[in-house]
């Protein structure tokens, strides 16, 4: 299922490949023709415009990297100028762009699928002229733990061990310090946690599968799941995550991240011993009124 692991962090020099991206390029073309589920997308799409509306400058030079399909189609109202970059049937992570050649570049739910995200944002911020603005949104956090903890419940028990099916996803840490990595100035991570409630975790399969975000993980199991399992495996999803009603909860958390170019004209922070006013004096003042 949908994922992009924290370990991209800790070892940015060799990145394993994690993610068949050629897979999901025709997943989600799949996805796309069968009819898609957007809400997740609907939301991030929404999200972005007011996020957009709320920077006080024109953008002449803006891309809009891998989100699927037309998920922000409708900024182009406000930004003439975008281009979409989408992902290609190699799944190739090398991005077109010139040094210093865009001033904005936007993406929704597809970082997350990137096997080398640090060098990904690294490239970005090459790209972005200086003052340029990154801004994205990717699935981290919790998303899908219920889903992870039923499967591997299921499989240790029917199977006697745990095949890879939901990657585990980088966090709000991770991403801010990839973001300080490549460079970027002002950066700034958040999460916007959503839960959705389904009938029962093949409903929410079927979904995954109609966002192009069933499991691409390269070490993904290759040989049909077995009927008991999957049927254990939902049963456990019941147990631990349903409601009241019987109706499950889904967790998905969209980690929303920005950064500028380094600009001279960007706020900056003080230098070590530069304040002019004593934080301990400032405490003993405070105290006295």
Same mark, same amino acid.
């Given at each position: ?27 989600q ?7 898609? &589920? ?6 991030v ?20 990297l ?8 409708a ?9 979409? /970059? ?6 190739s ?5 010139a ?6 570049? &936007? ?6 699928? &990137? ?21 994205a949104?990717? /699935? ?12 591997a ?7 006697g ?13 991770d ?8 460079g970027?100035a ?8 959503? &839960?959705v ?7 929410? +399969? ?13 070490e ?12 254990? +495996?939902a ?7 349903a ?47």
């Amino acid at each position: 299922m949908i994922g992009v692991t924290s370990g991209m962090v800790q070892s940015p020099q060799t990145p394993p490949a994690l993610f068949d991206r050629a897979l999901l390029q025709s997943r989600q073309r799949r996805a796309q023709t069968q009819g898609e &589920v957007t809400f997740l997308l609907d939301r991030v799409a929404e999200d972005m415009s007011d996020r957009l509306a709320a920077v006080m400058r024109e953008f002449h030079a803006a891309v809009d990297l891998w989100t699927p399909g037309e998920g922000l189609a409708a900024l182009r109202t406000r930004l003439p100028s975008l281009q979409r /970059i989408a992902l290609d049937a190699a799944g190739s992570e090398t991005l077109p762009f010139a040094p210093e050649s865009l001033d904005l570049v &936007v993406s929704a739910l597809a970082l997350q699928f &990137v096997n080398d995200l640090p060098g990904v944002l690294a490239q970005i911020r090459r790209a972005l002229k200086p003052d340029g603005l990154l801004l994205a949104a990717m /699935i981290g956090g919790d998303s899908l733990t219920e889903l992870r903890q039923a499967f591997a419940a299921a499989e240790a028990e029917c199977e006697g061990g745990v095949s890879p099916r939901v990657a585990p996803f980088a966090d709000l840490r991770d991403i801010g310090a990839l973001l300080q990595r490549a460079g970027f100035a002002l950066p700034v991570t958040d999460v916007d946690r959503v &839960v959705v409630r389904y009938s029962n975790a093949f409903a929410l +399969m079927q979904d995954l599968r109609r966002m192009g975000a069933a499991n691409v993980l390269i070490e993904r199991r290759r040989t049909p799941s077995r009927r008991a399992t999957l049927l254990r +495996m939902a049963e456990i999803y019941t147990e631990r995550f349903a409601d009241a009603d019987g109706r499950i909860r889904a967790t998905f958390d969209i980690i929303w991240l920005s950064g500028w170019a380094p600009h001279a004209s960007q706020q900056q922070p003080l230098k070590p011993g530069s304040a002019k006013a004593s934080l301990a004096e400032a405490v003993k003042k405070a105290g006295k009124e």
